[in-house]
């Protein structure tokens, strides 16, 4: 059972993975990059002030902080250092069929995805609150995250099911974010 899971994960990323040309090698190739975000969180901080002023805002941003950084350390240390999963660009049944942009691989291991684990408490942690005032925001959100996600894929550094749990995982530690403090944000 495991084994025809893990199969139609391999068969799945090589599907995604195989969808390459050059334009949108850069593409997800920028997408894919840490300062991607950062044009994103300027935007999100000022949606945040915008709604809710200064004082909550700050707990709100203080909030998706700790969720990023909960989801972070939980990626790595709960999941690829007990998983220890390889990512496909290091498995040696299927690396020499990864098309590869820029010749990057990422480490060693890939279970769970810690980029759509960190975008999806972004998007959830910011995103509930934001769904208060204008629920397209909450879906423009998750879209963006998505967008990550659906890049380590197709970069071919993570299987689908990296990127669902890590995703799963992020919007779980968002959510929670947002149900622990928005008693302290919503005075």
Same mark, same amino acid.
């Given at each position: 059972?495991?084994?025809?899971?893990?199969?139609?994960?391999?068969?799945?990323?090589?599907?995604?993975?195989?969808?390459?040309?050059?334009?949108?090698?850069?593409?997800?190739?920028?997408?894919?990059?840490?300062? +991607?975000?950062?044009?994103?969180?300027?935007?999100?901080?000022?949606?945040?002030?915008?709604? +809710?002023?200064?004082?909550?805002?700050?707990?709100?941003?203080?909030?998706?902080?700790?969720?990023?950084?909960?989801?972070?350390?939980?990626?790595?240390?709960?999941?690829?250092?007990?998983?220890?999963? %390889?990512?496909?660009?290091?498995?040696?049944?299927?690396?020499?069929?990864?098309?590869?942009?820029?010749? %990057?691989?990422?480490?060693?291991?890939?279970?769970?995805?810690?980029?759509?684990?960190?975008?999806?408490?972004?998007?959830?942690?910011?995103?509930? %609150? +934001?769904?208060?005032?204008?629920?397209?925001?909450?879906?423009?959100?998750?879209?963006?995250?998505?967008?990550?996600?659906?890049?380590?894929?197709?970069?071919?550094?993570?299987?689908?099911?990296?990127?669902?749990?890590?995703?799963?995982?992020?919007?779980?530690?968002?959510?929670?974010?947002?149900?622990?403090?928005?008693?302290?944000?919503?005075?």
């Amino acid at each position: 059972m495991i084994e025809a899971l893990e199969h139609i994960d391999q068969q799945l990323l090589l599907l995604i993975n195989g969808l390459n040309n050059p334009f949108f090698d850069e593409v997800m190739w920028i997408i894919s990059e840490v300062y +991607f975000g950062v044009p994103f969180y300027i935007l999100f901080i000022y949606l945040s002030i915008k709604f +809710f002023g200064v004082r909550s805002s700050i707990l709100i941003i203080l909030s998706v902080v700790i969720a990023v950084s909960l989801a972070d350390l939980s990626a790595k240390y709960l999941f690829k250092e007990v998983f220890l999963r %390889y990512r496909p660009t290091h498995n040696l049944l299927i690396k020499n069929q990864v098309h590869l942009v820029n010749n %990057y691989r990422g480490g060693m291991y890939g279970f769970v995805s810690s980029h759509a684990a960190n975008m999806f408490a972004v998007a959830s942690a910011f995103g509930f %609150y +934001f769904r208060m005032k204008n629920k397209y925001l909450f879906y423009a959100l998750l879209f963006w995250a998505a967008l990550i996600a659906y890049s380590r894929m197709y970069l071919g550094v993570h299987y689908p099911s990296d990127v669902f749990v890590g995703s799963l995982l992020g919007a779980l530690i968002g959510f929670l974010s947002f149900k622990i403090s928005k008693k302290y944000v919503l005075r």
